[in-house]
């Protein structure tokens, strides 16, 4: 017999009246009219071809081959409520690796309480950090930490923080002071960091192009940690975004200007492939962010 022509719900019914013996405490039990139970018993017989339940006496008793069925219906039916109940996660026993892209800044300003909480709660998983990669964002990943808009594709996402930019120099530099204008700031040698390392423009540029003013690029790096050790040793400028800025490590080294010119704004977000959405560890790791 093939199992598509079959119908399942017959199996549950006949373990039922197995275990209970009994049509009606079966009925019971399925929440069914005891009618509806004895035509499936009937329909059982006729599958099986044995009476699998007959009567001895005051009793009902099992057949040999329901006796060999009964665990086996038994272990059938308690399988199939696991399949089809929703899958749980708990993080005390739970060993999974989460692996998220995220560049430097994400993993100085976003990630660390992320990472703590999951030494905390889960401590049998652990957390990989890549380096972000243009517009990779797939099912090998948990989820990406990125400032762009979300990409095409099938892709959920949900907007962390928002920021803004400002400026960082050496102390003493011999051009910022609280009068600088556009062109000034436009006309300085630049730093701009690219996490891929193929960026030379970025949202500042296209602010000044809105006022007509390009600024040269002296350096690109991809990384923002090494950048204020850079710009405090050279004249150069680096516009670089506001929670970065107020960090000890950062302002120690560097004077915090605020743009001669309205910042641009952007969203940091998390993105996720749709495929992850719905399961419960993705949930919770979301969930802790």
């Given at each position: 017999m093939k199992l598509r022509n079959f119908d399942l719900n017959l199996l549950v019914i006949l373990e039922a009246v197995l275990a209970e013996t009994s049509i009606t405490r079966a009925a019971r039990r399925l929440n069914l009219s005891q009618p509806a139970v004895s035509?499936?018993?009937a329909r059982a017989r006729d599958v099986f071809g044995d009476e699998l339940l007959v009567r001895d006496g005051a009793q009902m008793m099992l057949t040999p081959l329901a006796r060999r069925l009964a665990p086996q219906?038994?272990?059938?039916?308690?399988?199939?409520a696991t399949l089809l109940s929703p899958a749980g996660f708990d993080p005390?026993?739970?060993?999974?690796?989460?692996?998220?892209?995220?560049?430097?800044l994400s993993e100085l300003l976003i990630l660390p309480p992320l990472i703590a909480s999951v030494a905390q709660q889960a401590p049998g998983c652990r957390v990989i950090v890549r380096a972000p990669e243009p517009y990779l964002i797939d099912a090998m990943i948990d989820f990406a930490i990125i400032g762009l808009p979300v990409p095409q594709g099938p892709f959920c996402s949900r907007?962390?923080?928002?920021?803004?930019?400002?400026?960082i120099a050496r102390p003493g530099h011999p051009v910022l002071n609280e009068?600088?204008?556009?062109?000034?700031?436009?006309?300085?040698?630049?730093?701009?960091?690219?996490?891929?390392?193929?960026?030379?423009?970025?949202?500042?540029?296209?602010?000044?192009?809105?006022?007509?003013?390009?600024?040269?690029?002296?350096?690109?790096?991809?990384?923002?940690?090494?950048?204020?050790?850079?710009?405090?040793s050279t004249d150069l400028i680096a516009s670089v975004p506001s929670r970065f800025a107020v960090r000890p490590e950062v302002h120690t080294l560097c004077q915090v200007w605020p743009l001669p010119f309205e910042s641009p704004r952007f969203t940091m977000r998390m993105v996720w492939h749709q495929m992850h959405d719905a399961d419960p560890a993705h949930q919770w790791l979301r969930g802790l962010l």
């Open positions: 035509q499936a018993l219906l038994k272990e059938f039916c308690a399988g199939a005390r026993s739970a060993a999974i690796d989460f692996t998220v892209c995220a560049n430097d907007d962390l923080h928002e920021d803004k930019f400002v400026v009068q600088l204008s556009p062109e000034t700031f436009a006309g300085l040698s630049h730093a701009l960091v690219s996490p891929t390392g193929q960026g030379i423009i970025g949202p500042v540029d296209t602010a000044l192009e809105r006022l007509g003013l390009s600024r040269r690029i002296a350096l690109s790096v991809t990384r923002f940690t090494t950048l204020p050790q850079i710009v405090a």
